[in-house]
T-cell receptor, first 110, second 116 residues
Framework: DAKTTQPPSMDCAEGRAANLPCNHS???????VYWYRQIHSQGPQYIIH???NNETNEMASLIITEDRKSSTLILPHATLRDTAVYYC???????????FGKGTRLSVIA | KAGVTQTPRYLIKTRGQQVTLSCSPI?????VSWYQQTPGQGLQFLFE???????NKGNFPGRFSGRQFSNSRSEMNVSTLELGDSALYLC???????????????FGNGTRLTVT
């Protein structure tokens, strides 16, 4: 079973920041937080991951709370092409396979 | 750099037949994982191969099998197909074992299998 809790759906206006929350209250010290997204009819796309510190790349920012029990994925300027299902996953390094939950269906609205 | 390539993209088979799906990982990636995606069950892990050895296996019957070649390319086979095997089969590669040291998975666009 997935170790994360995400809202089933969210809307975001085009051009605004999309903030996708994820709860992982049972996370262990050696578990990473990964974010993927899946656009219809395509394979999941890796977005970003982190262990303790906040991370940023060309796609998004990942904010992890100090106690590591929750995180937020931030898409700074959402576009219509960001409409997808977003998955938040926690996994132990190199030990267990990634388990995908139901994710959050993000709809970016013009 | 080329991404993960899966062939064929679409496949239609009849119950009782067998099928082989192919996956070419990103150059330099040594681990290949397979997932099954259905509307009802979502993404479910099948197995992971690293250095030609199966390292992890999901909760699927023995009809589902796989292998990895010395060049890291992988195939998965499903024998005695059932209607419930209709799904999107996704292959993903990573530099090392899935998630090791934070190494993320990179997915292909899948093979859509329809069993009639």
């Amino acid at each position: 079973d997935a170790k994360t809790t995400q809202p089933p759906s969210m809307d975001c206006a085009e051009g605004r920041a999309a903030n996708l929350p994820c709860n992982h209250s049972t996370i262990s010290g050696n578990e990473y937080v990964y974010w993927y997204r899946q656009i219809h009819s395509q394979g999941p796309q890796y977005i970003i991951h982190g262990l303790k510190n906040n991370e940023t790349n060309e796609m998004a920012s990942l904010i992890i709370t100090e106690d590591r029990k929750s995180s937020t994925l931030i898409l700074p300027h959402a576009t219509l092409r960001d409409t997808a299902v977003y998955y938040c996953i926690v996994a132990v390094s190199g030990n267990t396979p990634l388990v995908f939950g139901k994710g959050t269906r993000l709809s970016v609205i013009a | 750099k080329a991404g993960v390539t899966q062939t064929p993209r679409y496949l239609i088979k009849t119950r009782g037949q067998q099928v082989t799906l192919s996956c070419s990982p990103i150059s330099g990636h040594r681990s290949v994982s397979w997932y099954q995606q259905t509307p009802g069950q979502g993404l479910q892990f099948l197995f992971e191969y690293f250095s030609e050895t199966q390292r992890n296996k999901g909760n699927f019957p023995g009809r589902f099998s796989g292998r990895q070649f010395s060049n890291s390319r992988s195939e998965m086979n499903v024998s005695t197909l059932e209607l419930g095997d209709s799904a999107l089969y996704l292959c993903a590669s990573s530099l090392t074992l899935q998630g090791f040291g934070g190494s993320p998975l990179h997915f292909g666009n899948g093979t859509r299998l329809t069993v009639t």
